[in-house]
């Protein structure tokens, strides 16, 4: 059995086939993991549960990836989370 880890993880992406299979994936690794379909959805997760870590997608309907992260970031400004940026689409 793997120790758990500490850190809190959003992941946030409107595809819920690429949520639940990260989600797995960090959640069997020990980390606590929640998720999000859209960006508006990711604002009130990330106020609820303080993740230390936020994955998100790229190009999403409501908000952009890059509209998320600054608005994640004026939440939290003095200790923003850290920010890892997933797409499909070549940038």
């Known amino acids: 059995m793997k120790p758990a880890h500490t850190a809190d993880i959003l992941i ?5 086939l690429q949520r639940e299979i990260l989600g797995t ?3 069997e690794e020990g ?4 998720e999000a379909g859209s ?3 990711a604002i009130g997760v990330f106020k609820e549960n303080n ?3 936020v994955l998100t997608d ?5 908000l952009s990836g890059l509209e998320l992260i600054e608005r994640i970031q004026s939440l939290r400004p003095k200790q923003p989370p850290a ?3 997933m797409t499909a689409y070549g940038t």
Not at 58 to 62: Q, S, T, V, Y
């Open 51 to 53: 993740p230390q870590l």
């Open 12 to 16: 946030v992406d409107d595809e819920p």
């Open 83 to 85: 920010v890892i940026i």
């Open 25 to 27: 994936i960090l959640s």
């Open 31 to 34: 980390y606590n993991v929640f």
């Open 39 to 41: 960006g508006a959805e």
């Open 58 to 62: 790229l190009k999403m309907p409501d």
